[in-house]
């Protein structure tokens, strides 16, 4: 059985959150959230539905920042998909045991307050995967 659940976001790296934002609002009529700024990754983000799984938009907050290097290199563009699991500590746990490049190595508090952990690029094919536990509901 996969223990990637679904497909929990995509990610945009945007130079400008405010004026991407617009661009769904107006021409796709969607229901963003409120931008939301996570200091420690240095981004600002937006996420809003599209059906089961929802669009992320990314601003970097600085220039040094992971997602500010990311757009100065390649340019504004998709820039990470984020997958659903539903213990992310064992699914980390075992990566690492097979072998897997990760970025984070323990799950972190990410947008939305969500415990998420990064895979690194080169070690997935170029992209960067996410990977994200939802709380438990009840
Ligand atoms: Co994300």
């Known amino acids: 059985m996969s223990v990637l659940k679904k497909i929990y976001h995509l990610g945009y ?3 400008d ?4 934002t617009r661009f769904y609002e107006t021409h796709f009529g969607v229901s963003p959230s409120e931008p939301e700024e996570v200091e420690e990754q ?6 809003f539905p599209v059906g089961e799984s929802m669009i992320e938009l990314v601003e970097p907050t600085r220039p040094d920042s992971p997602v500010g290097k990311f757009i100065e290199k390649r ?4 820039h990470h998909v984020a997958f659903q ?3 992310l500590r064992a699914a980390l746990r075992d990566l690492k045991a097979d ?3 990760l970025i984070d190595e323990e799950p972190r508090i990410g947008a939305g307050g969500y415990r998420m952990a ?5 070690g997935a094919f170029g ?3 996410e990977l994200v536990e939802l709380p438990k509901s009840g």
């Open 127 to 129: 992209v960067l995967t």
């Open 85 to 87: 699991v539903e213990d």
């Open 13 to 15: 790296a945007v130079e």
């Open 42 to 47: 240095g981004i600002r983000a937006v996420m």
């Open 118 to 122: 990064f895979l690194h690029p080169q």
């Open 17 to 20: 959150l405010d004026v991407a």
């Open 99 to 101: 072998g897997v490049e």
């Open 75 to 78: 340019g504004q563009g998709f």
